[in-house]
């Protein structure tokens, strides 16, 4: 079931995005609460890009503390706040927000990036990032901070060149999908979600590398081509979490408890 901004309930904390009803957060965020004796209520709320001004007011006025956002409202949001920190303004998109002093953080490439540690990635490769929007950005420029190469490819080549020329000298367009001498290739796009497959020349992708999709929740298309010709293949349940638990931390000041947001996770997934 869908709630609009307009009938929100009472609560602390909520995702805001539109498609919305799908949104894994609240029961993660909720298992968090719940494991920690946490009185706090977090809620999925339908917010179109035009209303979000009003949504954001309407709820900090409400006595909401934060609110996390997805698809489309990442970039929208930044000629909202008050305060964005550096990463979330390299970006250009910011996916966690206090309402108190609209303050906006991106969590997203860090969140993606502590997924790494135990994917045994070779650094020394380059990693094939599919895409060019929000989440691209965010976890393109998160790889480059740590060191990678990255090689970008996206349906038009003019974003891929965009996302590439503001991400410096460490990263270049590839114009077809050729996953030679990769170490990993990410998915930042939604084309599993709707069960399409991508370009990939998977015959040319090394056995060693990881295939990465940040999508989550369903049989994964990117996923199911890449099985036959990669070590591993990881999709974005992972990054939900940790997404959500560095959201949870700057909200809170409190240690998150990963375990059970990823438990709560997994269960929903079966
Ligand atoms: P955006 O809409 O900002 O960007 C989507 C990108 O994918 C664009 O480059 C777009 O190209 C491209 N694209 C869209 N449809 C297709 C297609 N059918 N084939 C090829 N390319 C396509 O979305 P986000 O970056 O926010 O999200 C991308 C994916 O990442 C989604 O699946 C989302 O659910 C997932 N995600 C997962 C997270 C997690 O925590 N696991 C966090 C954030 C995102 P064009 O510009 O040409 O339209």
């Known amino acids: 079931m869908t709630t609009r901004w307009q009938d929100a309930p009472q609560a602390d904390f909520a995702v805001l995005g539109k498609p919305i009803a799908h949104s894994l957060s609240p029961m993660m965020h909720g298992a968090a609460f719940q494991v920690l004796g946490l009185e706090y209520r977090y809620v999925a709320l339908e917010v179109e890009p035009e209303e979000l001004a009003p949504a954001l007011d309407f709820l900090r006025d409400k006595g909401y503390e934060g609110v996390n956002l997805t698809v489309p409202l990442k970039e929208a949001v930044m000629p909202l706040l008050d ?146 010709h990669t070590r591993m293949c990881v999709d974005g349940l992972m990054m939900l979490m940790e997404q959500g638990a560095l959201a949870f931390e700057w909200w809170l000041g409190l240690p998150a408890p990963r375990d059970a947001m990823l438990s709560c996770l997994l269960e929903a997934k079966l």
């Open 83 to 228: 305060n964005v920190e550096d990463f979330a303004l390299a970006c250009g998109a910011a996916n966690c927000i206090r309402l108190d002093d609209y303050t906006g953080i991106n969590t997203d490439g860090p969140g993606f990036i502590e997924t790494l540690h135990d994917l045994e990635i070779d650094e020394r490769k380059d990693v094939l990032l599919i895409g060019s929007g929000g989440s691209a950005a965010s976890i393109g420029l998160a790889l480059v901070d740590i060191g990678f190469n990255l090689r970008i490819w996206s349906r038009d080549p003019n974003n891929a060149a965009r996302l590439a020329a503001r991400l410096g000298d460490q990263a270049s367009v590839s114009v077809e999908l050729d996953p030679k001498g990769v170490g990993m290739l990410v998915n930042a796009t939604p084309a599993s979600l709707f069960g399409e497959s991508l370009p990939v020349l998977w015959g040319r992708c090394d056995p060693d590398a990881v295939a990465y999709d940040l999508a989550y929740g369903m049989q994964l298309k990117f996923l199911d081509d890449a099985a036959a």
